[in-house]
């Protein structure tokens, strides 16, 4: 499996970083940013990401099990989370997700048709304070109403 030019050298760069031995560290960004790449996370990514690593796929298949950020389905150009953890719950974040899935048509951890947007429901993004909050790809939005996620919606769809 071949990457781009510059995600191959940000790979070497990251390998070369960690001790022989210790490069399973390097497994989480790879992952990571070949996903960024690829658009997910496929069979063939696993046993490329192992191999360079010198680790076995289960570990790699460990690590995607766990963490959330990781899709095994492509996502949308736009991939929304919204979280609706505690603070975000306490000020409008599950009334937020079900006025973006109404808005788009779509479920969590669903995609539009036109394969715009994902939507997913997610846990604490680290941003209580400014709840409530949302991500789009890797951009922060906080102290959403509907009004102002409706105006994020159209700005990234006017994007296409
Ligand atoms: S609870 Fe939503 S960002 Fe922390």
Redesign the pocket.
């Known amino acids: 499996m071949t990457f781009s030019p510059e995600l191959e050298a940000k790979f070497e760069k990251m390998i070369a970083n960690y001790p022989p031995g210790r490069q399973k560290g390097a497994l989480i960004p790879m992952l990571l940013f070949a996903q960024d790449e690829i658009g997910s996370v496929t069979p063939e990514l696993v046993q490329e990401v192992a191999s360079r690593l010198k680790v076995k796929p289960v570990e790699v298949e460990e690590v995607l099990g766990f963490y959330t950020m990781f899709t095994r389905e492509p996502r949308g150009k736009h991939h929304i989370q919204i979280?609706?953890?505690?603070?975000?719950?306490l000020?409008g974040?599950e009334e937020l997700f079900a006025h973006a899935s109404k808005k788009l048509g779509i479920g969590h951890r669903q995609k539009t048709a036109d394969g715009q947007f994902s939507l997913e429901e997610v846990?604490?993004?680290?941003?209580?304070?400014?709840?409530?909050?949302l991500l789009v790809n890797y951009d922060f939005h906080f102290n959403l109403t509907p009004e102002k996620l409706d105006r994020l919606i159209d700005s990234l769809r006017k994007m296409q």
């Open positions: 979280c609706t953890n505690i603070s975000c719950m000020t974040g846990e604490c993004l680290g941003a209580c304070s400014w709840a409530p909050a």
